[in-house]
């Protein structure tokens, strides 16, 4: 059902993976680079390296510049860009793939998952709602109950849902500080505010954990949603 509206495309870098409709794109999804043309880089713009029949040219596919084969030689997978296979990328461009590889392999999921919340903002006031991100990463949704797949119809929403790309912002309020995040020892957060873009007003909203559950699984879900927006708002090369 997710890959119903997919499409296979063939490009200079390999198979991807996309929408047919351009606007269903997930929002985590990055256009291709231009190729920087031969003619403008003689040499390895990392290690100086002349090209010539010996030493050649290879392009990295997330920032599209010009590397010799010792100075881009991982082949890494490249979600954000859809494409199916590994791709090969510079050595800047892997260390920012890895860390965005385990946001997709492990917050992503969290996120689509769902937990209870307690949600404030607009004319909602400490409700708990079922928080979860949709499987096209478009839209997190504020349902009352968690969501019976086998019943879709008698949603009840505690919350207009939020469009993920309109989030300018989500900031850690508070934390529990003896709860540490396994992987990077990072502290879990206990709520956070959003603050996103509705028409042309900035709104907020406050998730919190609810108290009798100061359960992990809330935690991690805002820590997900932390940096699921700071993700977002990180383009294409290592800067
Ligand atoms: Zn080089
Ligand atoms: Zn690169």
Redesign the pocket.
């Known amino acids: 059902m997710a890959n119903s509206g997919k499409k296979l495309v063939r490009s200079k870098s390999g198979l991807r993976m996309v929408s047919v409709e351009e606007k269903d794109n997930s929002p985590f999804l990055l256009e291709e680079p231009p190729w920087v043309p031969d003619q403008q880089c003689p040499t390895c713009i990392q290690c100086n390296h002349k090209f010539d029949l010996m030493k050649r040219r290879h392009h990295?596919?997330?920032?599209?510049?010009c590397?010799c084969g010792t100075c881009?030689t991982e082949k890494v997978p490249l979600p954000r860009m859809g494409f199916v296979d590994p791709v090969r990328?510079?050595?800047?461009?892997?260390d920012v793939t890895k860390k965005e590889n385990e946001f997709y392999n492990k917050h992503l999921k969290l996120l689509i998952n769902g937990t209870f919340l307690l949600l404030t903002g607009g004319d909602v006031e400490n409700e708990t709602s079922y928080c979860q991100l949709t499987s096209s990463h478009r839209e997190v949704l504020f349902s009352r109950q968690k969501p019976d797949k086998n019943n879709t119809n008698s949603m009840e929403w505690v919350h207009d849902p939020i469009n993920f790309e309109s989030i300018q912002e989500a900031v850690v309020q508070s934390c529990q500080n003896e709860i540490q995040d396994g992987d990077n020892g990072g502290i879990l957060p206990k709520s956070i505010t959003i603050r996103y873009k509705y028409i042309d007003e900035m709104r907020e909203l406050k998730l919190t954990v609810p108290d009798e559950t100061s359960n992990r699984q809330a935690m991690a879900w805002l820590k997900a949603m932390e940096k699921a927006v700071r993700i977002i708002q990180t383009s294409?090369?290592?800067s």
Not at 89 to 94: A, I, K, R, S, Y
């Open positions: 990295c596919r997330r920032c599209g510049k590397f881009c990328l510079c050595d800047g461009c892997v294409n090369g290592p």
